[in-house]
């Protein structure tokens, strides 16, 4: 078996990677000399515990399926009955309005995200994991300690991704997941329980497989209705968070002024002592906006640094995207 193979359609299918990104013709040479690989891709995808219980879309699926056939039909390999048995199963199943992505942590452990299958629902973006939250779970994952027993402060969480990967990966003592929309934020609860956090239990406790609840983790969660409009200074300063993180929220020119007042009164807020990290991360899709927001940081007082790109790619996702992430100080604060 071609471990590294299996491994890229392992975790480009569940996590619903673009299928034309997906190896297919590097899977189609190596078919005559494997007659296993397509079997094995098989039960690493469609026929996954993951995919089971979590499946991705329909479609996407239906897609999968048709285009692994495809491929093995044109090799003139011997039929595989399980091929299509699964795809006769595929297609007799019922569309439903849930769609599901999975991304494996290196631990072994999974993020599993219920997701709107459109990029825009509802009259609002985060219902959709972006590349910047992929791109800073990532680097978190090579710099755990950074969050280790702090409280970590998400603004604009979405679907939670990064936020569930850091509490899986870094152990922070408090993690506060913020939003304003209330659909974003109803769909990031159910992501917390998807992932086995109770909100309404003790610190520590998560849900195994078979309902009950156990005490693997310690990480107290937390969900906050939090605009960045109409917060109050002093109600930032309550927070009293040592990290602070943010991804793909740098998009509208209209949000920078009120977004970059949150930064600069979380640092001022702080009275602990403790140096505030903070996080910045952005997918760079129009260079003007991006321009704008580092020339607002310039004026507010805040020092911002470009961090060099992480070493390892753990999740499947557009890499020929810029993802740039900023590290902020405040002027008055050494670096």
């Given at each position: ?14 996590s ?5 990104s ?24 469609i ?43 595929v ?83 408090k ?13 990031l ?11 309404d239990k ?20 937390s ?8 917060i ?36 001022k ?60 100080n ?6």
């Amino acid at each position: 078996m071609d471990i590294s193979l299996c491994d890229t359609f392992h975790r480009s299918f569940l996590s619903c990677r673009r299928l034309g990104s997906l190896p297919w013709v590097e899977l189609e040479k190596k078919i005559p000399s494997d007659s296993s690989l397509v079997l094995d891709i098989l039960h690493k995808t469609i026929l996954h515990p993951l995919c089971q219980k979590y499946p991705p879309s329909l479609q996407y699926r239906r897609l999968f399926l048709s285009e692994v056939i495809k491929r093995h039909e044109r090799t003139g390999a011997e039929p595989l009955d399980e091929l299509y048995n699964a795809l006769a199963e595929v297609l007799n199943a019922e569309e439903t309005n849930r769609c599901y992505k999975s991304y494996l942590l290196p631990s072994g452990d999974a993020v599993t995200l219920s997701e709107n299958p459109a990029i825009i629902s509802g009259g609002t973006t985060g219902l959709v994991t972006w590349e910047a939250a992929l791109y800073l779970a990532e680097w978190a994952t090579e710099n755990a300690s950074i969050f280790k027993d702090r409280t970590v402060l998400e603004l604009g969480s979405g679907t939670g991704l990064a936020g569930l990967a850091i509490c899986k990966s870094c152990f922070p003592k408090k993690y506060i997941f913020s939003d304003c929309h209330q659909q974003v934020l109803q769909q990031l609860k159910e992501n917390l329980l998807l992932n086995g956090y109770l909100l309404d239990k003790p610190p520590g406790h998560l849900v195994t497989e078979d309902g009950s609840s156990s005490e693997t983790n310690t990480t107290e969660i937390s969900v906050l209705e939090l605009d960045w409009e109409s917060i109050t200074d002093r109600q930032l300063g309550d927070l009293q968070a040592g990290v602070v993180i943010a991804s793909d929220v740098v998009y509208d020119p209209e949000i920078i002024i009120p977004f970059i007042r949150v930064l600069i009164n979380l640092f001022k807020g702080r009275n602990d002592g403790r140096k505030m990290e903070m996080l910045i991360a952005s997918t760079i899709r129009n260079v003007e906006t991006y321009g704008l927001f580092q020339k607002a940081l310039d004026e507010a007082g805040l020092r911002w640094q470009v961090l060099p790109e992480h070493k390892k790619t753990l999740f499947p996702y557009d890499t020929t995207s810029k993802v740039e992430m900023l590290k902020l100080n405040l002027k008055s604060e050494s670096s």
